[in-house]
Structure formats: structure tokens, C-alpha cells
């Protein structure tokens, strides 16, 4: 029986996000349509050869990689509905990202030979992405025209314009500055914009048409998806897992966890505070008139993300002709429903699109990231001697990684090789944090330089 959403809902203080509550009242939700068949709440107690804990798109797709590609027909336990989480929730902006390092900040890391390697992992990665939603059975509106960074201040226009000589000429990715002029012109009339850098790479998705078409594909090949099925219990014996959940015990040979941003300390010691959780909201507008479609340049339905720390990321979206806007929102859950995070996406569309001043928003909606505490995520068995992987830590940008990510999942579970296995997001577990009683404070005080700061540098 559904249960009423929860929007207080918090991972550090929440050990569970629920047992099958309703979708968030996302645009994706409303236009979607019915969800497709899946198994149900798991009524008795299994014995399976590989369980994966959530039911997103990490977690769907892998299930569907293993089923197609190598025979193995996994069981997905997932809390609520499918795709309930992050995979409902985000701006469904598949980047060609991983985690929230520039390439430039890859060579500061880890020296220019191993960024060139990055980015190639990145567009190999990015192959699989554009695949799956181009296949025929998945439906889910992609607009692939790239992707553009928008530079919101003069002085950001000098940083991308540094990032996009570092790409065209160590990495030979042809990005490309263009003006305010020609941003307005091509794309659309951010009245903040000083300029931007466009990326030939990216696919915009409505995230939660993508999901059920994992899903349809996914039980076609054999996995069961049983949502309402929350793991409140994990204990391990004689190198056999038993997740508990209301209605039956799963004895699993391997388990893989794909509950990104919604997963708490206590599920797994290899999981505790690995992740920061980060709460971003999106909302989307009410239906615009074609004057305003006019007075605010929507010529394009490529994404756009802005050059702040605290940065909006921003559509159109042509079928149904409205706008799509999010950013950063409530530090805690019990914040969530505080009307000023609202106020300051309706303050960001006044001074981005001043003739959509005052809409009306039709569909407001929160959200958890998984933010790495460096910034990089990982996909990895993080301890050889347990049946244990996971694939975590995406930090926003996970519409596109998480299909690579899914198809290493079932190679390492499956016990193949991946490409690419020495570098570092196969090389190490998600790092933690040494001050993590302190991590929401520390949040605080870095919101607060970063608002100053994008207001003055």
C-alpha cells in the first residue's frame, strides 16, 4: 500500500527513506505516465545469486546489464517506487562528466597524462549512455545537441575560456566560447549570461521515461524488481548476505548497492559516510505563451548550467513549452519545506528570463545528491575478501554515468575485466571524512562563501 511522501526525509538521521511512499511531486512524475508492471514487495523469503540494494537508475541498469549480457538474473529491492530517488528527481542532464572535477582539475590532480586517459574513459563511457537512449524501447524525449556552460559574471567568462583551451588543445575536445550575442541568438536570452562555452557532448532526458525503460528491459531479460522492499538489516555469514526486509529475507551470494545519495551510515560499515548528502530542488513552470517562448529566446532545448558554485542548471523543454530550472536547496531535511528555497529559483528566473517574472511554477520538488568527499566517483568492490560492490559518490551528474557505471558493475560481478581498471574510479573506495559529526556545519559556512563568492569574484 502506498504511503504518503515524505519531504522532511533526511539520509544522516533516517535509516530507512521509507516503505513504498509516493513519488516526489516531480515534472517528471506528472509526465511520465503510469509506471510499468514490476514484481512487488518481496513476500517471502530467496535465495538469489546477486542482490542490488535500489532501484534508480544504477540499480535498474545493472540489473539489466547482468540479465542481458552475462545470464545473471539479479533481484533489485528497492524502498519505495522504482526510480524514487535521485533518478525522479534530477534535471535530467546527462553530461559528459564524471563527478564534479573539471578536466583541467583532473591534470591538477593527477598530471595531464592521466586527464587525456579520464576523457577517453569519459566518451567510451559516454557510448554507452547515448545507446541505451537510443534504443528503441526506451522512450524518454532525449535532445542531444550538447551542452553549454554559461559564464554568469565577466570574470567566469576568463575561467571557461581557460577550461575550453585546455580541452581543445591537451585533450582535443572541441568546445567552443561563444558570445553573449551568439548565446542569445543559438540558444536562449539569459539576461546574466557574459558569455559561454558550448560542449559538443551531452543529452538532455526526461530521467523518469528513461528509468522505466531500464526497467521494462531489465525484467524482459529475466531480473525481478521488487519495490516496497526496504533492507533494514544486513548481516553476513559464512560469506552469505541476508538482507531483511519486510516481507522476507534475501540470502544473496552478492550484493551491490546503487542507493546513492539515499543511503544511511548504518547500512554497511563499507558504506558508512562515504557520501555527503546534498539536497538540489528543480522546478518547472507553468505552460509559457508564445510571446514569452519569443522574449526569452528559447530558440534551442539544450541544457545549460550556469558558472556559479552554487550553480542553476536550466532548459526548455519544447514539448510541453515550459521552463525547467534547479540549484541547490535545504542543508537538512527538516528545512525542505522552508519557502525561500522557492524564492530563490523565482529570483533566479527574474533575473535570467525577466519576462517570465512572477510565473507561475507549476511543480517544485527536492532531491539528495551523493556528493564524493573528492569530488570523484567510484566504481568498485571496496574490500577483495567480501561479495560486496557498489557505485556511488556521482556528485550531480550521474543521468549519464550511471549507464557506464551499471555496465562495470555486471563485469565485475560477472568476473570480467573492465577497460580502464587502473584508474581512480576503480581503484580505490569512496574516501570518508575524518570531521563528519562537523560535515553540516562545514556545509553551512561553504554555502555562505560560496553565495559571496559568486556574487563578487
Same mark, same amino acid.
Given at each position: 500500500? !502506498?504511503?504518503?511522501?515524505?519531504?522532511? &526525509? #533526511?539520509?544522516?538521521?533516517?535509516?530507512?527513506? *521509507?516503505?513504498?511512499?509516493?513519488?516526489?511531486?516531480?515534472?517528471?512524475?506528472?509526465?511520465? *505516465?503510469?509506471?510499468?508492471?514490476?514484481?512487488?514487495?518481496?513476500?517471502?523469503?530467496?535465495?538469489?545469486?546477486?542482490?542490488?540494494?535500489?532501484?534508480?537508475?544504477?540499480?535498474?541498469?545493472?540489473?539489466?546489464?547482468?540479465?542481458?549480457?552475462? *545470464?545473471?538474473?539479479?533481484? $533489485?529491492?528497492?524502498?519505495?517506487? $522504482?526510480?524514487?530517488?535521485?533518478?525522479?528527481?534530477?534535471?535530467?542532464?546527462?553530461?559528459?562528466?564524471?563527478?564534479?572535477?573539471? =578536466?583541467?582539475?583532473?591534470?591538477?590532480?593527477?598530471?595531464?597524462?592521466?586527464?587525456?586517459?579520464?576523457?577517453?574513459? /569519459?566518451?567510451?563511457?559516454?557510448?554507452?549512455?547515448?545507446?541505451?537512449?537510443? #534504443? !528503441?524501447?526506451?522512450?524518454?524525449? +532525449?535532445?542531444?545537441?550538447?551542452?553549454?556552460?554559461?559564464?554568469?559574471? =565577466?570574470?567566469?567568462?576568463?575561467?571557461?575560456?581557460?577550461?575550453?583551451?585546455?580541452?581543445?588543445?591537451?585533450?582535443? &575536445?572541441?568546445?567552443?566560447?561563444?558570445?553573449?550575442?551568439?548565446?542569445?541568438?543559438?540558444?536562449?536570452?539569459?539576461?546574466?549570461?557574459?558569455?559561454?562555452?558550448?560542449? +559538443?557532448?551531452?543529452?538532455? $532526458?526526461? +530521467?523518469?521515461?528513461?528509468?522505466?525503460?531500464?526497467?521494462?528491459?531489465? =525484467?524482459?531479460?529475466?531480473?525481478?524488481?521488487? /519495490?516496497?522492499?526496504?533492507?533494514?538489516?544486513?548481516?553476513?555469514?559464512?560469506?552469505?548476505?541476508?538482507?531483511?526486509?519486510?516481507?522476507?529475507?534475501?540470502?544473496?551470494?552478492?550484493?551491490?548497492?546503487?542507493?546513492?545519495?539515499?543511503?544511511?551510515?548504518?547500512?554497511?560499515?563499507?558504506?558508512? &559516510?562515504?557520501?555527503?548528502?546534498?539536497?538540489?530542488?528543480?522546478?518547472?513552470?507553468?505552460?509559457?505563451?508564445?510571446?514569452?517562448? /519569443?522574449?526569452?529566446?528559447?530558440?534551442?532545448?539544450?541544457?545549460?548550467?550556469?558558472?556559479?558554485?552554487?550553480?542553476?542548471?536550466?532548459?526548455?523543454?519544447?514539448? !510541453?513549452?515550459?521552463?525547467?530550472?534547479?540549484?541547490?536547496?535545504?542543508?537538512?531535511?527538516?528545512?525542505?519545506?522552508?519557502?525561500?528555497?522557492?524564492?530563490?529559483? =523565482? !529570483?533566479?528566473?527574474?533575473?535570467?528570463?525577466?519576462?517570465?517574472?512572477?510565473?507561475?511554477?507549476?511543480?517544485?520538488?527536492?532531491?539528495?545528491?551523493?556528493?564524493?568527499? #573528492?569530488?570523484?566517483?567510484?566504481?568498485?568492490?571496496?574490500?577483495?575478501?567480501?561479495?560486496?560492490?557498489?557505485?556511488?559518490?556521482?556528485?550531480?551528474?550521474?543521468?549519464?554515468?550511471?549507464?557506464?557505471?551499471?555496465?562495470?558493475?555486471?563485469?565485475?560481478?560477472?568476473?570480467?575485466? $573492465?577497460?580502464?581498471?587502473?584508474? +581512480?574510479?576503480?581503484?580505490?573506495?569512496?574516501?570518508?571524512?575524518?570531521?563528519?559529526?562537523?560535515?553540516?556545519?562545514?556545509?553551512?559556512?561553504?554555502?555562505?562563501?560560496?553565495?559571496?563568492?559568486?556574487?563578487?569574484?
Amino acid at each position: 500500500m !502506498e504511503t504518503a511522501f515524505k519531504p522532511t &526525509y #533526511d539520509p544522516l538521521y533516517d535509516r530507512t527513506p *521509507g516503505e513504498s511512499s509516493a513519488y516526489a511531486p516531480s515534472y517528471w512524475v506528472a509526465d511520465a *505516465g503510469e509506471p510499468p508492471a514490476n514484481d512487488g514487495a518481496l513476500n517471502r523469503d530467496v535465495s538469489v545469486d546477486v542482490a542490488i540494494i535500489g532501484g534508480g537508475f544504477t540499480g535498474l541498469a545493472t540489473a539489466l546489464f547482468l540479465a542481458r549480457e552475462h *545470464g545473471i538474473k539479479a533481484h $533489485v529491492l528497492e524502498a519505495n517506487q $522504482v526510480a524514487w530517488g535521485c533518478s525522479s528527481r534530477n534535471g535530467g542532464q546527462g553530461h559528459l562528466a564524471w563527478g564534479r572535477l573539471s =578536466r583541467s582539475q583532473w591534470a591538477q590532480r593527477w598530471g595531464v597524462d592521466m586527464a587525456k586517459r579520464i576523457h577517453k574513459n /569519459t566518451l567510451a563511457g559516454f557510448d554507452i549512455f547515448q545507446s541505451m537512449v537510443g #534504443d !528503441e524501447n526506451i522512450d524518454c524525449n +532525449p535532445k542531444g545537441d550538447g551542452n553549454v556552460l554559461v559564464a554568469h559574471c =565577466r570574470s567566469a567568462t576568463d575561467r571557461l575560456a581557460d577550461e575550453s583551451r585546455f580541452c581543445n588543445t591537451i585533450l582535443g &575536445y572541441k568546445t567552443t566560447m561563444i558570445s553573449r550575442h551568439e548565446l542569445h541568438e543559438l540558444y536562449m536570452g539569459d539576461q546574466e549570461a557574459a558569455g559561454a562555452m558550448v560542449e +559538443p557532448l551531452g543529452i538532455g $532526458v526526461q +530521467p523518469l521515461k528513461l528509468a522505466f525503460g531500464y526497467l521494462r528491459l531489465a =525484467r524482459k531479460y529475466g531480473a525481478r524488481v521488487h /519495490t516496497g522492499s526496504p533492507v533494514s538489516h544486513w548481516r553476513t555469514e559464512n560469506k552469505a548476505h541476508f538482507l531483511t526486509t519486510p516481507g522476507g529475507i534475501v540470502k544473496a551470494r552478492v550484493v551491490i548497492v546503487a542507493t546513492a545519495g539515499y543511503t544511511h551510515h548504518s547500512l554497511h560499515p563499507l558504506l558508512a &559516510y562515504k557520501n555527503m548528502p546534498i539536497m538540489a530542488n528543480s522546478a518547472v513552470t507553468e505552460t509559457l505563451s508564445s510571446q514569452q517562448i /519569443t522574449d526569452c529566446g528559447f530558440n534551442s532545448p539544450i541544457f545549460l548550467t550556469d558558472s556559479r558554485r552554487l550553480r542553476f542548471y536550466y532548459r526548455y523543454l519544447p514539448e !510541453e513549452k515550459r521552463l525547467q530550472i534547479g540549484t541547490r536547496s535545504a542543508i537538512t531535511g527538516k528545512d525542505n519545506d522552508n519557502p525561500r528555497h522557492l524564492n530563490i529559483i =523565482r !529570483e533566479a528566473i527574474r533575473r535570467k528570463f525577466p519576462a517570465l517574472d512572477g510565473i507561475k511554477i507549476d511543480y517544485f520538488w527536492s532531491g539528495w545528491m551523493d556528493i564524493s568527499h #573528492d569530488m570523484m566517483p567510484r566504481i568498485v568492490q571496496p574490500d577483495k575478501n567480501q561479495s560486496i560492490y557498489y557505485a556511488q559518490g556521482y556528485s550531480g551528474n550521474g543521468v549519464s554515468f550511471s549507464a557506464y557505471a551499471a555496465f562495470n558493475l555486471a563485469r565485475l560481478v560477472a568476473g570480467k575485466k $573492465v577497460d580502464d581498471a587502473d584508474l +581512480p574510479i576503480f581503484t580505490s573506495p569512496l574516501p570518508g571524512h575524518p570531521l563528519r559529526p562537523l560535515r553540516r556545519m562545514g556545509q553551512r559556512l561553504l554555502f555562505l562563501y560560496f553565495s559571496l563568492a559568486d556574487r563578487l569574484l
